[in-house]
């Protein structure tokens, strides 16, 4: 026995009272907790801060790139935290300074543009057993042009970082 439902068989009716205040919740987060005693403000207040705490691993892990490294050694953990902590921080500074400067841009835009930029330092050894390092950095013209016009990033400063060893690559 197969029953249908055509426009005969099928009818319905409206909950209007149910339907109103349904849309009086539309557009509103409704949060449940086991936290009885707690404010709403402070659950609400914390909830915020986890989606901050999962954006930024996000961003971690997406824009930056970041995957996990197993150490063995406590001083390399607190090192590879550290790097990842230095790296989300300038990467919102980053993000911020973009929307200041140029709203249409990203971050990930930015650092895929700013990658085309190479710097290294030539090491060379010394008949007395020492090294002359000469910084060295080449520049792809169009990618500068396109930092100082959209990030205000001056040759002479970029210049200047290098050769004072505040930004070393190694290649």
């Known amino acids: 026995m197969s029953s249908q439902v055509t426009r005969q068989t099928f009818s319905f009716q409206l909950d209007k009272e149910k339907l ?3 849309e009086l919740r539309d557009g509103h987060y409704l949060l449940r907790s086991n ?3 707690e404010n709403p403000a ?3 207040e914390c909830y915020i801060q986890l989606m901050q705490v999962e954006a930024a691993f996000h961003a971690l892990k997406s824009e ?3 995957r996990p490294i197993y150490h063995q050694v406590k001083k390399r953990v607190e090192a590879h935290i550290f790097v990842g902590f230095l790296a989300y921080a300038l990467w919102v500074t980053l993000k911020r300074r973009l929307v200041a400067l140029a709203p249409s841009l990203t971050p990930r ?3 895929e543009k700013l990658a085309t930029l190479q710097m290294l330092d030539v090491c ?3 008949t007395d057993w020492r090294w002359l390092i000469m910084p060295r950095c ?3 013209r169009g990618a500068f042009a396109w930092a100082k016009k959209h990030l205000f990033i001056s ?3 970029l210049h200047r970082s290098v050769h004072a060893g505040m930004i070393r690559a190694y290649v």
């Open 35 to 37: 936290w009885v005693s």
């Open 64 to 66: 930056l790139g970041l």
């Open 20 to 22: 109103r205040k349904a």
């Open 42 to 44: 402070v659950l609400w």
């Open 138 to 140: 080449e520049l792809d």
């Open 124 to 126: 060379l050894p010394t």
């Open 109 to 111: 835009a930015v650092l």
């Open 155 to 157: 040759l002479e400063l």
